[in-house]
């Protein structure tokens, strides 16, 4: 059950995510969310960590059976720890946990609710994945989102996961060893994300 307290959680994920609804921002793209930036890392970190944390510990599970908590608890899980844990094996170890919860939204229709702009913030865990069944459904997802940006990144991802089985670009901080097949690829123009 949603206390008063996770509301206010909820709100300050969401509002600090995509800008207040009577916001300018409100329900429009920010180039933040997709670029290395330091100083919007530092934020993500003080606002959003407490909250990953938490999570990752199972005691937001319950903000999977409403839309928008369900969407605050995907950004804490998936999206905030890149933000957070930049080039660290940290950045992907809620991953899992953020699948999950996006399965159980999308199940559900919830992802259905929300705006546009913010059914991303759910598909993105599939995206993220090393699991190409996750990749295929990140395509079919993202295709129905209707925006051909965001279905060229899908690809792109569902292309490196089908090649290698995974994404080469994690390896060293990851510590796994590359292939030479993913060395060669590695040293090629954006072959990272």
Known sequence: MMTDDDQKAVSAVL?????????????????????KDDSF????????????DKAVKGELNHWVDNAWSGL???????????NIFRNSSLSFASDAKAREIAHQLVSAGLDQVVLPVMRTFIYLPFEHSEILEDQKLSMKLF???????????????????????RFPHRNEVLGRENTSEEGEFLSQPNSSF
């Open 15 to 35: 509002d600090f995510w995509f800008g207040a609804p009577d916001s300018e921002e409100y329900g429009n793209t920010r180039m933040e969310w997709f670029k």
């Open 41 to 52: 890392d530092d934020q993500v970190r003080t606002i959003l960590l407490p909250l990953h």
């Open 72 to 82: 605050a608890l995907c950004i804490v899980l998936d999206q905030a720890p890149r």
């Open 143 to 165: 295709e129905a989102l209707g925006s051909e940006d965001l279905l060229l990144y899908a690809q792109r991802h569902y292309d490196i996961v089908e090649r290698f089985g």
